[in-house]
């Protein structure tokens, strides 16, 4: 269950059972209604003695028009519109930093806490290819990562909080409301067609709250975007692959990075829990839910080049064997360094013969494409270098590059 839904009993508890409760009112807490998906929201409602359907209104208010203020939710009465004002409010997590460039890309910085460390990063890079617009925005999970990947500086700086589906879904809603600021509310739309959980964090160590936002994100009450554009990224908890293949149907990619065991459990440590074998079939069982619709056509192998490490010929080979029964397209991501990080770079010579021995194979395989004059900025080291903003703005850009080689992978 939700913050926000235990938030919510605590409200009508203190309405129902308690004699002085415009006093009470005041210290409590207001609901924040951002959060919550469609279910949670019904329940919201329907404890508060309203019709179940104001859900939907409310929700469409709030993510398709970019309404904080209840008094601008023109079909709900004026009495529950009160109501609403009392003991809840619509709020987005606070912008500390924006960045909106020439070429198009946006960035913003969220604060989630107290504290410098307590700081999340967004962001949104257009792209046009053969399926028109895109707008892909990579969104964060939690604060840190308890994972400690070793070619990853999120891991580096230690896990310190899961976001609240409200932080979540808030950087969603605060890329599109950033194209609808000055536009009438009648006229406003949503902008971002795609989404990559592929910020800071491990998407399915914060489960509930990555499940809601996620079905937020493909409600038609709220986003309605399409299952095949939202992606979620993870290490490799196997039992969550499994549980997310019964509670939704969205792209997965796999962060593989090492094809046997005593390699992957060195660079993913997550491997000497669920090894190489667990998680290739956890990958089949998520694929075999298939249907005509269904986003999981495939699923998406993430495999960062570390020189001398994992990108020699070898390691080809046994990406061959090891993926022979999962279909799966392979995105091959240049490293991106870090200060005192252990691994450099493969040589562009490296990583084209690895994508050949790959593509040979009969895989599709896609290398992410990185700028040479930014070889220092890199995907996965947002919290390294927080107090760095030059640098991660970089870093962001090429999380986005990569995440739509993935999208692009996807068709
Ligand atoms: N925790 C999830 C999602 C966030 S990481 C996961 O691991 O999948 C998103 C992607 O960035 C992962 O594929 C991750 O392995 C990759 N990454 C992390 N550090 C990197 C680095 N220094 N260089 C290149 N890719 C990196
Ligand atoms: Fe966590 Fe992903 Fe980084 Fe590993 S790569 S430490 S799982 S954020």
């Not at 209104?57 to 008094?71: A, C, E, G, P």
């Not at 990406?319 to 252990?342: E, Q, R, T, V, Y």
């Amino acid at each position: 269950m939700s913050t926000e839904a235990v938030a919510v009993s605590a409200v009508s508890d203190a309405q129902q059972h308690t004699p002085s409760a415009p006093a009470q009112e005041k210290t409590v807490e207001k609901v924040n209604l951002l959060g919550m998906s469609r279910p949670q929201m019904e329940k919201f409602f329907e404890d508060m003695g309203e019709k179940k359907f104001r859900a939907g209104q409310v929700m469409k208010w709030i993510h398709q028009y970019f309404v904080t203020d209840f008094s601008e939710m023109t079909n709900i009465s004026g009495k529950l519109r009160e109501k609403l004002e009392k003991i809840c409010k619509i709020k987005a997590p606070e912008v500390v930093h924006k960045n909106f460039s020439k070429d198009g890309t946006r960035k913003w910085v969220f604060r989630v806490g107290d504290g410098e460390g307590s700081l999340v990063e967004t962001v949104l890079i257009p792209a046009e290819d053969k399926t028109g617009s895109r707008k892909t925005l990579c969104i964060s999970s939690q604060v840190g990562c308890a994972l400690d990947c070793s070619f990853c500086s999120t891991g580096k700086q230690g896990f310190q909080r899961d976001l609240t589906q409200a932080e979540i879904i808030g950087q969603l809603w605060m890329a599109n409301y950033s194209y609808m600021e000055d536009v009438p509310i009648a006229d406003r739309e949503r902008s971002v067609t795609n989404v990559v959980m592929m910020g800071m964090g491990e998407p399915l160590l914060n489960y509930d709250a990555v499940l809601n936002s996620m079905r937020i994100m493909l409600d038609d009450f709220a986003y309605g975007m399409s299952k095949r554009r939202v992606t979620l990224s993870t290490s490799g908890v196997v039992p969550k692959i499994d549980q997310l293949a019964e509670d939704i149907d969205v792209a997965l990619a796999i962060s593989l990075h090492a094809t046997n065991n005593e390699l992957r459990n060195e660079l993913v440590p997550i491997n000497k829990k669920y090894p190489l074998e667990q998680l290739i079939a956890a990958c089949q069982r998520y694929i075999k839910k298939d249907g005509n619709e269904s986003a999981r056509k495939h699923v998406t192998i993430e495999y960062v080049m570390l020189d001398g490490v994992n990108d020699k010929p070898e390691h080809a080979q046994e990406m061959i064997k090891l993926l022979k029964d999962l279909p799966s397209k392979i995105n091959l991501i240049p490293f991106n360094p870090f200060p005192h990080a252990p691994y450099g770079r493969s040589s562009r010579n490296r990583i084209i013969s690895f994508q050949k021995t790959l593509s040979d194979a009969g895989f599709v395989c896609t290398i992410r494409q990185t700028r040479g004059d930014d070889i220092d900025a890199a995907c996965g080291q947002l919290v390294g270098q927080v107090a760095d903003r030059t640098r991660r703005a970089e870093q962001w850009k090429k999380k986005i590059a990569q995440s739509n080689e993935i999208m692009r992978s996807q068709g």
